[in-house]
């Protein structure tokens, strides 16, 4: 195949196909060996996601070597791309266009993570160019002259063994996993760490794996979910592998530090990659092992297309590069349950009486007992239980209060039938930002001084939620004299001082104390149980462990108190039991037929165009003699306030069509999928579509 200035609509393969090989008679001589390049353009066309032949012109020949970065002429525009292979002759139908230029000798695609990001593009029926802009950082000109110039190795560090693992030991299976990376092995595990903080937390048992690894010559990839993980990361890797060994890989450190570590990555300089996201692709040399940490954050899926979740990206290349794997939470993903049963990982969990030395007392204010002590906790947003745990726990140390929204008063009702005030000129949500403020709209901003219920025409308002602001305030009247500490939105804390305080977080924002809190209040319990979600109760679950592993041990007298009803979800944080949450959740779904005992693809759009990409779709299929993919829509992604829509309003609104897929036919059925995108592309026939593997969030 080759590029030409032909138009994009038109490149089908019989066109590319079916004549010798030709090179311009007159055109500039090409390189003696391998004379053709073939090129993966930056595009996210779907019909260009394919390589295109161009000749190698002789003063380009030493430098346009695979992996490196060319811009070549395509339908009269310069384009940017990746040689990913040099050849010494084209299939192509016509003369080849030659490579107009290098833009850097630097090699930063390397074959493995071109192999990676194909692979991670045909499973989610995405382009590989995509791809390759969150694997690749963009190019800081002056970082690749250090590299060139040798600076970038200067502080290279001799690696010493490690043999120190102590809060391994307290695993069942943890030893012998270490053993097994010390001796150059590759085993599979998932990791319920117990800990959040101090000499067992999370961060330290990772960093003795990676530190394990190195130990045998082998690098590791470590993905988490934000910079305040990450530090925490950092700082436990600190202790037990030189600086100059890690690398950081985060959009949140700028352009030059990220392209710094990148290419200290490529050269071997440093053998240990840590971040965020795209650090899952990380060119790290001799990979030995992968690590996921907290997979069940939604901050994994990459905001753009085609949406991979770090967790599939890391499997994929344990796969493929023969490497260790793991996985590590304080809770368990249906995803994690499901490799365990499926025995791909062996689990690595704490015995029950390491659990109970280890984990604070929990304790529910709605079970039989609390509400005889106290017949109002069910309906108090902090009944006597917390209140008590709270002012006990500030005589010894911070206390923790995490709540489900942040703001104010987040959401506001009327006073007389409870409705839910929303604003008379979109129909958002009316809200509060402080004791002070005057009702405005979430959506639009625009104040509502005279607000009318258009249910029961009452005029008064009251706070149907409270957000971490107002709590923060409450709490503040409720203890006088101890400092608040909020977090949540903008403003959120890493770490927080050992010192008593009142510590009010919204859900996943809650900092690290260094010696643990002395107690935690979980409030809000059922507004996180009762959203519209399939991963409701284990997106909770989650969040409640993350919480809750924040806390000293109960034998130091840590407590958690929750406030919410008596449910499987609140059960497993009671027994501190993620796996038998998890085990059950994977049996409901794969009752139901639901992810991720199955994969499911949204495709998202307008009417016409959806209906249109759903009947290529459903025809090109090669599914297996007899059987037919379990659909569900189109249905509107929006619901109409106020009623049946309009025929305008109809025609206009985005619909979304679900196709639940087995696993056994994955793998054709995301193939033509992408096939039908490029067709559709190529033709236009119609306009284009969402479309997304696995979303968590479309059920």
Same mark, same amino acid.
């Given at each position: 195949?080759?590029?030409?200035?032909?138009?994009?609509?038109?490149?089908?393969?019989?066109?590319?196909?079916?004549?010798?090989?030709?090179?311009?008679?007159?055109?500039?001589?090409?390189?003696?060996?391998?004379?053709?390049?073939?090129?993966?353009?930056?595009?996210?066309?779907?019909?260009?996601? *394919?390589?295109?032949?161009?000749?190698?012109?002789?003063?380009?020949?030493?430098?346009?070597? #695979?992996?490196?970065?060319?811009?070549?002429?395509?339908?009269?525009?310069?384009?940017?791309?990746?040689?990913?292979?040099?050849?010494?002759?084209?299939?192509?139908?016509?003369?080849?266009?030659?490579?107009?230029?290098?833009?850097?000798?630097?090699?930063?695609?390397?074959?493995?993570?071109?192999?990676?990001?194909?692979?991670?593009?045909?499973?989610?029926?995405?382009?590989?160019? @995509?791809?390759?802009?969150?694997?690749? #950082?963009?190019?800081?000109?002056?970082?690749?002259?250090?590299?060139?110039?040798?600076?970038?190795?200067?502080?290279?560090?001799?690696?010493?063994?490690?043999?120190?693992?102590?809060?391994?030991?307290?695993?069942?299976?943890?030893?012998?996993?270490?053993?097994?990376?010390?001796?150059?092995?590759?085993?599979?595990?998932?990791?319920?760490?117990?800990?959040?903080?101090?000499?067992?937390?999370?961060?330290?048992?990772?960093?003795?794996?990676?530190?394990?690894?190195?130990?045998?010559?082998?690098?590791?990839?470590?993905?988490?979910?934000?910079?305040?993980?990450?530090?925490?990361?950092?700082?436990?890797?600190?202790?037990?592998?030189?600086?100059?060994?890690?690398?950081?890989?985060?959009?949140?450190?700028?352009?030059?530090?990220?392209?710094?570590?990148?290419?200290?990555?490529?050269?071997?300089?440093?053998?240990?990659?840590?971040?965020?996201?795209?650090?899952?692709?990380?060119?790290?040399?001799?990979?030995?092992?992968?690590?996921?940490?907290?997979?069940?954050?939604?901050?994994?899926?990459?905001?753009?297309?085609?949406?991979?979740?770090? *967790?599939?990206?890391?499997?994929?290349?344990?796969?493929?590069?023969?490497?260790?794997?793991?996985?590590?939470?304080?809770?368990?993903?249906?995803?994690?349950?499901?490799?365990?049963?499926?025995?791909?990982?062996?689990?690595?969990?704490?015995?029950?009486?390491?659990?109970?030395?280890?984990? #604070?007392?929990?304790?529910? +204010?709605?079970?039989?007992?609390?509400?005889?002590?106290?017949?109002?906790?069910?309906?108090?947003?902090?009944?006597?239980?917390?209140?008590?745990?709270?002012?006990?726990?500030?005589?010894?140390?911070?206390?923790?209060?995490?709540?489900?929204?942040?703001?104010?008063?987040?959401?506001?009702? !009327?006073?007389?039938?409870?409705?839910?005030?929303?604003?008379?000129? !979109?129909?958002?949500?009316?809200?509060?930002?402080?004791?002070?403020?005057?009702?405005?709209?979430?959506?639009?901003?625009?104040?509502?001084?005279?607000?009318?219920? +258009?249910? !029961?025409?009452?005029?008064?308002?009251?706070?149907?939620?409270?957000?971490?602001?107002? +709590?923060?305030?409450?709490?503040?009247?409720?203890?006088?004299?101890?400092?608040?500490?909020?977090?949540?939105?903008?403003?959120?804390?890493?770490?927080?001082?050992?010192?008593?305080?009142?510590?009010?977080?919204?859900?996943?924002?809650?900092?690290?104390?260094?010696?643990?809190?002395?107690?935690?209040?979980?409030?809000?319990?059922?507004?996180?149980?009762?959203?519209?979600?399939?991963?409701?109760?284990?997106?909770?679950?989650?969040?409640?462990?993350?919480?809750?592993?924040?806390?000293?041990?109960?034998?130091?007298?840590?407590?958690?108190?929750?406030?919410?009803?008596?449910?499987?979800?609140?059960?497993?944080?009671?027994?501190?039991?993620?796996?038998?949450?998890?085990?059950?959740?994977?049996?409901?779904?794969?009752?139901?037929?639901?992810?991720?005992?199955?994969?499911?693809?949204?495709?998202?759009?307008?009417?016409?165009?959806?209906?249109?990409?759903?009947?290529?779709?459903?025809?090109?299929?090669?599914?297996?003699?007899?059987?037919?993919?379990?659909?569900?829509?189109?249905?509107?992604?929006?619901?109409?306030?106020?009623?049946? #829509?309009?025929?305008?309003?109809?025609?206009?609104?985005?619909?979304?069509?679900?196709?639940?897929?087995?696993?056994?036919?994955?793998?054709?059925?995301?193939?033509?999928?992408?096939?039908?995108?490029?067709?559709?592309?190529?033709?236009?026939?119609?306009?284009?579509?969402?479309?997304?593997? @696995?979303?968590? @969030?479309?059920?």
């Amino acid at each position: 195949m080759a590029a030409n200035d032909v138009q994009p609509s038109l490149l089908q393969p019989s066109l590319l196909q079916g004549f010798p090989d030709r090179m311009p008679a007159n055109g500039p001589p090409l390189a003696a060996v391998d004379p053709v390049a073939r090129v993966i353009l930056e595009s996210s066309l779907p019909h260009l996601d *394919r390589p295109f032949d161009y000749s190698v012109p002789a003063e380009l020949a030493d430098v346009a070597s #695979p992996g490196v970065r060319v811009k070549v002429k395509f339908n009269g525009q310069d384009l940017n791309g990746y040689i990913i292979e040099r050849r010494g002759s084209s299939d192509a139908a016509h003369a080849l266009t030659a490579l107009h230029k290098v833009v850097s000798p630097v090699a930063v695609l390397t074959p493995a993570v071109s192999e990676l990001a194909s692979t991670v593009a045909a499973r989610y029926a995405g382009t590989l160019s @995509d791809v390759l802009r969150t694997a690749v #950082p963009p190019r800081v000109a002056k970082v690749e002259k250090e590299l060139l110039a040798g600076d970038l190795d200067a502080d290279v560090a001799e690696l010493k063994p490690f043999t120190e693992a102590h809060a391994w030991a307290a695993y069942s299976n943890g030893t012998s996993f270490l053993q097994h990376l010390a001796s150059g092995g590759s085993p599979k595990a998932v990791l319920t760490a117990l800990q959040g903080f101090g000499p067992g937390s999370w961060a330290s048992l990772v960093a003795s794996a990676v530190a394990t690894v190195r130990s045998s010559g082998r690098g590791a990839v470590v993905v988490v979910p934000d910079y305040r993980d990450l530090e925490q990361l950092e700082s436990a890797l600190a202790k037990v592998l030189p600086a100059s060994d890690v690398a950081r890989l985060t959009a949140d450190d700028g352009q030059t530090p990220r392209y710094r570590s990148f290419l200290r990555l490529l050269s071997g300089a440093a053998g240990v990659a840590i971040g965020t996201r795209s650090a899952a692709y990380a060119p790290v040399k001799d990979l030995g092992l992968v690590v996921c940490w907290d997979d069940g954050d939604d901050v994994h899926i990459e905001q753009r297309a085609p949406y991979a979740h770090s *967790r599939e990206v890391l499997l994929l290349r344990a796969e493929q590069e023969g490497a260790a794997c793991l996985m590590a939470s304080h809770s368990r993903s249906t995803e994690l349950q499901r490799l365990v049963e499926m025995q791909w990982a062996a689990p690595i969990e704490a015995p029950r009486t390491t659990v109970r030395a280890t984990v #604070p007392r929990v304790l529910n +204010t709605a079970d039989s007992f609390e509400q005889e002590r106290d017949p109002l906790a069910r309906i108090a947003r902090l009944p006597g239980a917390a209140w008590r745990a709270a002012k006990d726990g500030l005589e010894r140390g911070p206390v923790l209060v995490q709540v489900a929204r942040a703001g104010y008063a987040p959401s506001l009702v !009327c006073e007389t039938c409870r409705e839910l005030a929303r604003c008379n000129v !979109c129909q958002g949500p009316l809200a509060v930002s402080s004791s002070s403020a005057m009702p405005a709209c979430r959506w639009c901003s625009t104040p509502a001084p005279q607000w009318r219920c +258009t249910h !029961c025409s009452g005029t008064r308002l009251r706070r149907g939620a409270a957000g971490v602001m107002r +709590t923060a305030e409450e709490l503040g009247r409720a203890f006088p004299g101890k400092p608040v500490v909020t977090s949540s939105g903008e403003n959120i804390k890493a770490m927080v001082p050992d010192a008593p305080a009142l510590v009010v977080a919204t859900v996943g924002a809650e900092p690290v104390a260094s010696a643990g809190y002395a107690a935690a209040l979980l409030l809000d319990g059922n507004s996180l149980l009762r959203r519209e979600n399939l991963r409701a109760g284990e997106d909770t679950v989650r969040r409640w462990l993350n919480a809750a592993s924040l806390v000293k041990p109960a034998s130091q007298g840590g407590l958690v108190v929750i406030t919410a009803d008596d449910t499987a979800a609140t059960g497993a944080l009671l027994r501190w039991d993620a796996a038998g949450y998890a085990s059950r959740e994977l049996a409901l779904r794969r009752e139901l037929q639901l992810p991720p005992a199955v994969r499911v693809a949204s495709v998202t759009g307008s009417r016409a165009d959806v209906g249109h990409f759903s009947e290529a779709f459903e025809a090109s299929a090669p599914l297996a003699s007899g059987t037919k993919l379990r659909t569900a829509g189109p249905a509107p992604v929006q619901l109409f306030a106020g009623g049946s #829509p309009t025929a305008a309003e109809e025609a206009d609104a985005d619909v979304r069509t679900l196709y639940f897929i087995p696993y056994t036919e994955a793998a054709e059925t995301t193939r033509a999928m992408r096939a039908v995108k490029a067709v559709n592309a190529a033709k236009r026939t119609a306009g284009p579509v969402q479309l997304r593997l @696995d979303g968590v @969030d479309v059920l």
